[in-house]
């Protein structure tokens, strides 16, 4: 079942301006991390944001994490071509001690227009 | 080092036949987990060994399953394909037990059932 919800489902921006995707999810979690995909190929780790965390910064990219609302925003800043792919954020939850079991929203497709 | 290795990239079969597929995880990593990943479904979570053991199973038919090697490689096999199982099957590997730093995913085995 999907636990993550990102919004927009599309995004298109020219090269330079800021991508932001959100995410909501449903249960009470460990960590909530963003993953990158390019056209149907293998998924990227961008970032990782812990549970008792609010902010995480990687290069380009800021992460908030509201878990009050249960939701997380990514912020892709200066946004080149190269950042066009699909966005995925996935949270770990703790269920019962296991681990292994990301649960994937439906993503973002963010196109960055040269 | 190496990332991780899923063979075969693409694979075509036939409905009823059988279908295993490959993942050799990073060097050192004992964690190995499987997804599906379909247009309609979104990415999916099926399986995830560490240790040779079966530690956490979504919520799959049992025509699904794996098993996890001694090296730390796992393989997944489908039985009684179906049309629906037309996928990318994606797998990934953690070396992290306790807390998840991320984690590092395949570029994924393209299954098309016909």
């Known amino acids: 079942s999907q636990q993550g919800e990102e919004d927009p489902q599309a995004l298109s921006i020219q090269e330079g301006e800021n991508a932001t995707m959100n995410c909501s999810y449903k249960?009470?979690?460990?960590?909530l991390q963003w993953y990158r995909q390019n056209s149907g190929r293998g998924l990227v780790h961008l970032i990782l944001i812990r549970s008792n965390e609010r902010e995480k910064h990687s290069g380009r990219l800021r992460v908030t994490l509201d878990t009050s609302k249960k939701s997380s925003s990514l912020l892709i800043t200066a946004s080149r071509a190269a950042d066009t792919a699909s966005y995925f954020c996935?949270?770990?939850?703790?269920?019962?001690?296991?681990?292994?079991?990301?649960?994937f929203g439906k993503g973002t497709k963010l196109s960055v227009k040269p | 080092k190496a990332g991780v290795t899923q063979t075969p990239r693409y694979l075509i079969k036939t409905r009823g036949q059988q279908v295993t597929l490959s993942c050799s995880p990073i060097s050192g990593h004992r964690s190995v987990s499987w997804y599906q990943q379909t247009p309609g479904q979104g990415l999916q979570f099926l399986f995830e060994?560490?240790?040779?053991?079966?530690?956490n199973k979504g919520n799959f038919p049992g025509r699904f399953s794996g098993r996890q090697f001694s090296n730390s490689r796992s393989e997944m096999n489908v039985s009684t394909l179906e049309l629906g199982d037309s996928a990318l099957y994606l797998c990934?590997?953690?070396?992290?037990?306790?807390?998840?730093?991320?984690?590092?995913f395949g570029s994924g085995t393209r299954l098309t059932v016909v």
């Open positions: 060994y560490f240790s040779e053991t079966q530690r």
């Open positions: 249960t009470s979690i460990n960590n």
């Open positions: 996935a949270t770990d939850a703790n269920y019962g001690g296991s681990q292994g079991n990301l649960i």
């Open positions: 990934a590997s953690s070396g992290m037990t306790g807390a998840v730093i991320g984690y590092t």
